[in-house]
């Protein structure tokens, strides 16, 4: 017969650790003479984000926990042990109370520090503030790996300063205003709804302060997530500093007009979904009608914004027709032209490929697995820099630098981006290849890698201006001149968005003729 002493220590080690933790947050409310108030806040923040922490890389064991709970209580009851039943409902009701205590308490802020921020051209000051954002392209973004479902805001200090110019030049005058935006890295479902942009005021005189910023609130439904902080144009000739960036869990509510919503109890999945969507419209559409009536306002005020404001009222539109996203999330999709065209002749068919992490990676040829067996890849029609700026490395460099006229220190600077773009975007990813039967001479595949949800990843590499299209136009089979052409369009597009994307933003505005390596 099951008996209590059985459950694992590991567990009850838990439990008694969460208890300690609530006591010792609880005395932190009984100052001392020798402690000051902001010193009492400092340590409560710190015992409260150690306590999210706990609760979050613990949630699994408390739920394995939990359920054996249940089952051994179960199990006595039937067995006529009425006594020890009684004695793990006690512990039940002690693992909840533990629980509750520690969730209901405030969520404590999540820092985005600069120490854990990656990005192009930002740099980390002396006074814990980051830096940089005088070209477009420059970015700092933050990887969570393991983040609360539900709504947050973007909460941070920042400082806006003009940099001495050339008081007779009028083009090397400094901005009055920045527009900025925080947006998640991902092109799965729901992540475009979390670009939010905000703006910035040149600061005059002195004293110098940081002045608060609050942006949102972001929906976040599952993990890990990227968010990248970035500036909307290039800011040459002012000084953007930014402190105390942090994820601030948004005060929960239920809409009012939403809690008469009853989801049946009914097993047609089509009458559930049509009730859960309703029940989303009403919920959001306070807040949306209120967001359009900022963005109208925005556009009166700032026309050259038309671009970010039509993207914001994109996102609207889908939270207002929840029931219009595609209900298969799970399918590789293929581009049109693989799907219409049919045929794949000179291509091996790989299926559930990986990627490997490996020294000699590049943003277009990296390490993969299939099967047990590792080979190289580099994305077919595709050139990125070489991550190293040594000059022993300029002949590797020259696709790319005459694609986009640059010098082999700037081309460095995005090979290294678009090796982490690679990187951190294919890491525990599954996906498929389409790789030629032939290998290189050093016996690398060339391939068309696709992703499920997304289809083309040289399309992302493209959007980012990462990597240029050096493919021979006209050259192949049917199918190789559809894709070539449907890339091309790709890059001629990011190259004619404003601001322009990566590598594009320091290029000459007609690109070097393309060739195939």
């Known amino acids: 017969m099951p008996r209590l002493s059985c459950i694992p220590k590991r567990a009850s080690t838990l439990l008694l650790s969460l208890a300690i ?16 108030a902001e010193e009492l806040q400092a340590l409560a923040n710190l015992k409260a984000l150690f306590a999210t922490q706990i609760n979050s890389q613990s949630q699994k064991l ?62 980390a000051s002396s006074d814990g503030s980051l830096t940089g954002w005088r070209i477009a392209s420059h970015y700092a973004e933050w990887t969570l790996t393991k983040l609360a479902p539900g709504d947050y805001f973007l ?28 947006y998640e890295v991902s092109l799965l479902a729901g992540a475009a709804d979390n670009r939010r942009s905000f703006e910035l005021s040149l600061t005059k005189g002195s004293p110098l302060e940081f002045k608060p910023q609050r942006i949102g609130p972001m929906r976040f439904a599952r993990s890990p997530i990227t968010l990248r902080l970035a500036a909307s144009k290039s800011y040459a000739f002012n ?51 209120q967001y359009a009536d900022q963005l109208q306002e925005l556009e009166q ?102 694609h986009f006229g640059l010098t082999n220190e700037d081309a460095a600077l995005f090979g290294r981006a678009a090796l982490q773009f690679t990187s951190g975007y294919l890491s525990g990813r599954t996906f498929r290849l389409l790789a030629r039967n032939t290998p290189d001479s050093d016996g690398t595949l060339p391939a068309l890698l696709f992703l499920p949800d997304i289809g083309l990843f040289h399309n992302l590499l493209i959007d980012q201006g990462l990597a240029a299209f050096v493919g021979k136009m006209g050259s192949g089979g049917t199918l190789e001149r559809a894709l070539q052409h ?18 594009w933003a320091l290029s000459p505005t007609q690109p070097a003729e393309s060739t195939q390596p």
């Open 155 to 182: 909460e941070l200090d920042a400082l806006m300063t003009a940099i001495p110019t050339n008081v007779n030049d009028p083009s090397e005058e400094p901005a009055e205003t920045a527009l900025f935006e925080i």
């Open 301 to 402: 005020r700032f026309p050259d914004w038309q671009a970010l404001l039509d993207n914001e009222k994109r996102g609207i539109e889908k939270r207002r027709s929840p029931t219009s996203k595609s209900k298969d999330t799970n399918a590789l999709h293929l581009p049109k032209p693989l799907a219409s065209l049919g045929g794949i002749s000179g291509f091996q068919d790989l299926e559930n490929v990986t990627f490997v992490n490996h020294p000699e990676n590049t943003g277009d040829r990296f390490r993969v697995s299939q099967d047990g067996r590792e080979f190289f890849i580099h994305l077919l029609w595709l050139k990125c820099a070489s991550p190293s700026s040594d000059p022993a490395s300029s002949a590797a460099n020259t696709p790319f630098n005459q």
């Open 62 to 123: 408390t739920d394995q926990y939990e359920r054996a709970l249940a089952r051994m209580e179960s199990e006595v009851a039937d067995a006529g042990d009425y006594e020890q039943a009684l004695q793990i409902k006690k512990r039940r009701d002690q693992l909840e109370q533990i629980l509750a205590s520690n969730t209901s308490s405030t969520t404590p802020a999540l820092p985005l520090t600069p120490l854990a921020a990656k990005g192009t051209g930002i740099t």
């Open 239 to 289: 000084q953007v500093q930014f402190k105390n960036i942090r994820l601030v869990p948004a005060p929960t509510s239920v809409p009012q007009t939403a809690t008469n919503i009853i989801i049946p109890p009914t097993s047609n999945v089509d009458s559930v979904r049509s009730s859960l969507a309703f029940a989303l419209e009403l919920a959001y559409k306070p807040i949306n009608d």
């Open 21 to 36: 933790l609530s006591l010792e947050t609880s005395s932190l409310h009984a100052q001392t003479p020798s402690t000051s």
């Open 486 to 503: 449907s890339i091309s369009d790709r890059e001629n597009e990011a190259r004619s968005r404003n601001p322009r994307p990566g590598a």
